[in-house]
Antibody, heavy 117, light 112 residues
Framework: QVQLVQSGAEVKKPGASVKVSCKTS????????IHWVRQAPGQGLEWLGR????????DYAQSFQGRVTLTRDTSIATAYMELSRLISDDTGVYYCARADSYYFDNWGQGTLVTVSS | DIVMTQTPLSSPVILGQPASISCRSS???????????LSWLQQRPGQPPRVLIYKISNRFSGVPDRFSGSGAGTDFTLKISRVEAEDVGVYYCMQATQFPWTFGQGTKVEIK
């Protein structure tokens, strides 16, 4: 079955960067876009961007442009999200999600990123 | 960006009774290909979201038929015909017609 397994929780200082991985299995990695969604504590969902695992092409939310970088390693069917210049408001759970065209059909378990001095 | 507005933000319901959540978008969600990419997600406490409904009214695999979606253009509705205890959680509408994909604020469904 389709699985997306994310890396573990991270604690970072303001100004640092964090890189979260999303290892996929159970399907052809190149066949579906991988998106990243953030959820601040007790808050709603916010779309960060997406990557085409086939071409490596990316689209980013304007509010994260310049700070977020999505990459992938097709040899290990894994997608990555790196967020730089972290501030306290970046604290939250970061999810990867597989898109079946225009909706998310599978989600990772989430990775808690805490930004604290 | 397309703004998604949900009402109500909180919905206390009696077990076995129906529940309804509305979602309004700031502009039409009809894509240039003719489809409307509005989906509904459920997030149970402590879990990632999961899709219930996609393209307005299509139930995802394994979703109970007590969940239904309807609407068109800018106005959409999720209905639960008879709420069960496992339906407790937060429900989000999401549009994927235009970048960036955006979500409603979420509606918390709890048992009265």
């Amino acid at each position: 079955q389709v699985q997306l397994v994310q890396s573990g929780a991270e604690v970072k200082k303001p100004g640092a960067s964090v890189k979260v991985s999303c290892k996929t299995s159970g399907y052809t990695f190149s066949g579906n876009f991988i998106h990243w969604v953030r959820q601040a504590p007790g808050q709603g969902l916010e779309w960060l961007g997406r990557i085409n695992p086939n071409s490596g092409g990316t689209d980013y939310a304007q509010s994260f442009q310049g700070r977020v970088t999505l990459t992938r390693d097709t040899s290990i069917a894994t997608a990555y999200m790196e967020l730089s210049r972290l501030i306290s408001d970046d604290t939250g759970v970061y999810y990867c999600a597989r898109a079946d065209s225009y909706y998310f059909d599978n989600w990772g378990q989430g990775t808690l990123v805490t930004v604290s001095s | 960006d397309i703004v998604m507005t949900q009402t109500p933000l909180s919905s206390p319901v009696i077990l076995g009774q129906p529940a309804s959540i509305s979602c309004r978008s700031s502009q039409s969600l009809v894509h240039s290909d003719g489809n409307t990419y509005l989906s509904w997600l459920q997030q149970r406490p402590g879990q990632p979201p999961r899709v219930l409904i996609y393209k307005i009214s299509n139930r995802f695999s394994g979703v109970p038929d007590r969940f239904s979606g309807s609407g068109a253009g800018t106005d959409f509705t999720l209905k639960i015909s008879r709420v069960e205890a496992e339906d407790v959680g937060v429900y989000y509408c999401m549009q994927a017609t235009q970048f960036p994909w955006t979500f409603g604020q979420g509606t918390k469904v709890e048992i009265k």
